[in-house]
């Protein structure tokens, strides 16, 4: 599926989270921006956050048991 829902741009170097591909370097935490990788995030509202320090920080993590996402580049 094209395209990347940041950047618009279709490109063969992908990672699939949140249900939708996306380029590598535009999976980003919402609020950090730090690129994200298999494992180091979650999905809130529809929208990725890096599990440390930002859903840590930010959200009942308790609330959030079991929404970690994969995908890697």
Do not use: R
Not at 18 to 29: A, D, E, Q, T, V
């Amino acid at each position: 599926e094209c395209p990347c829902p940041v950047c618009l741009v279709c490109v063969a170097e992908q990672v699939t989270s949140l249900g939708k591909n996306w380029h590598c370097p535009c999976l980003k935490c919402e609020k950090c921006e730090k690129m994200l990788t298999l494992g180091s995030h979650i999905e809130h509202e529809g929208k990725p956050y890096c599990n440390h320090p930002c859903s840590a920080t930010m959200f009942d993590p308790k609330a959030l048991a079991g929404e970690h996402i994969g995908g890697t580049c």
